[in-house]
């Protein structure tokens, strides 16, 4: 069962945009790609989800290429309370199992 | 308020006793999880169910029991049988075939 790929972790400023990048290469050719934010001791909270090409919500931007093997979160100017883990994951067969990696652990310094 | 509640938030278990944790959801949705997460590590599926009175196995689902009477509760039981049972553990519930799952709180079981 393939799994997804991300760096462990990522250092940031405030007011710098991070993007994050994800790996599944064998991911199923219906299924979406959903970003989780998690903070310690918390479960994770749903940030973005989409299928192709970009997608923007209120908080974050999410860029998936043409043959969707891998996909990109982008948080604009993040600030302290941004510093968490990101999950990206998709269903990589027919189940309904998800796939959660280790994540990225982002740390937003002052 | 619609969401997923788990209780009680730290349980203490002692060696050969088995511990159930709670999990309700008030969101009708039809799938719900259960997963562990270790110290720094991501989530493991350990059962999930797609539907009332139907569970299957995860990938790390020995010593563990659910069942799953009601659409809105999905509850965990860890059996002495789990060795290893400290951990934070979350449950999620989404409606099928749908990626996004809502997370409830978790449970951080510790052994005395």
């Known amino acids: 069962l393939a799994k997804t790929t991300q760096p462990i972790s990522m250092d940031s400023y405030e007011g710098q945009e991070v993007n994050i990048t994800c790996s599944h290469n064998?991911?199923?050719?219906?299924?979406?790609i959903t970003w989780y934010q998690q903070f310690p001791s918390q479960g994770p909270r749903f940030i973005i989800q989409g299928y192709k090409t970009k997608v923007t919500n209120e908080v974050a931007s999410l860029f998936i290429p043409a043959d969707r093997k891998s996909s990109t979160l982008s948080l604009p100017r993040v600030s302290l309370s941004d510093t968490a883990v990101y999950y990206c994951?998709?269903?990589?067969?027919?189940?309904?199992?998800?796939?959660f990696g280790s994540g990225t652990r982002l740390l937003v310094r002052p | 308020d619609g969401g997923i509640t788990q209780s009680p938030k730290y349980l203490f278990r002692k060696e050969g006793q088995n511990v159930t944790l709670s999990c309700e959801q008030n969101?009708?949705?039809?799938?719900m999880y259960w997963y562990r997460q270790d110290p720094g590590q991501g989530l493991r599926l350990i059962y999930y169910s797609q539907i009332v009175n139907d569970f299957q196995k995860g990938d790390i689902a020995e010593g563990y029991s659910v069942s799953r009477e009601k659409k809105e509760s999905f509850p965990l039981t860890v059996t002495s049988a789990q060795k290893n049972p400290t951990a934070f553990y979350l449950c999620?519930?989404?409606?099928?075939?749908?990626?996004?799952?809502?997370f409830g709180p978790g449970t951080r079981l510790l052994v005395l």
């Open positions: 064998n991911i199923a050719t219906n299924d979406y």
């Open positions: 994951l998709g269903r990589m067969d027919s189940s309904y199992k998800l796939i």
């Open positions: 969101l009708n949705h039809d799938a």
């Open positions: 999620a519930s989404s409606n099928p075939g749908q990626e996004t799952q809502y």
